[in-house]
Nanobody, 125 residues
Framework: QVQLVESGGGLVRPGGSLRLSCTAS????????MGWYRQVPGKERELVGT???????NYAESVKGRFTIVRDKARVTVYLQMNSLKPEDTAVYYC???????????????????WGQGTQVTVSS
């Protein structure tokens, strides 16, 4: 089994910064991509940013130039540096690991996605 553990959420004033981190643990053979999504009550979960094992990065238009996603060399931890935060960034942020192949399936094509438990980010004065 694979688990994603997130940390770094909290309350920050508009214009402030926060850094989220997410570490995957378990019997992991490989992870294709890791990233962050966010959700507010009554709305669908939306993409914030993703980074593949090859280093390709994709951001939502609403966060480009303000948020930066980084993945560690071991490729099991992903960080989201959030600068110039706005009230509309308030949401529960979820870490995602996509295309995870567990060690027991290394000789197969079986992969699956995993989600973290979510961390609250509140931007308010």
């Amino acid at each position: 089994q694979v688990q994603l553990v997130e940390s770094g959420g909290g309350l920050v004033r508009p214009g402030g910064s926060l850094r989220l981190s997410c570490t995957a643990s378990g019997s992991i053979f490989s992870i294709n991509a890791m990233g962050w999504y966010r959700q507010v009550p009554g709305k669908e979960r939306e993409l914030v940013g993703t980074i593949t094992s090859g280093g390709s990065i994709n951001y939502a238009e609403s966060v480009k130039g303000r948020f930066t996603i980084v993945r560690d060399k071991a490729r099991v931890t992903v960080y989201l540096q959030m600068n110039s935060l706005k009230p509309e960034d308030t949401a529960v942020y979820y870490c995602n690991a996509a295309g995870v192949k567990e060690i027991r399936y290394y000789s197969t094509d079986y992969v699956r996605d995993y989600w973290g438990q979510g961390t609250q980010v509140t931007v308010s004065s």
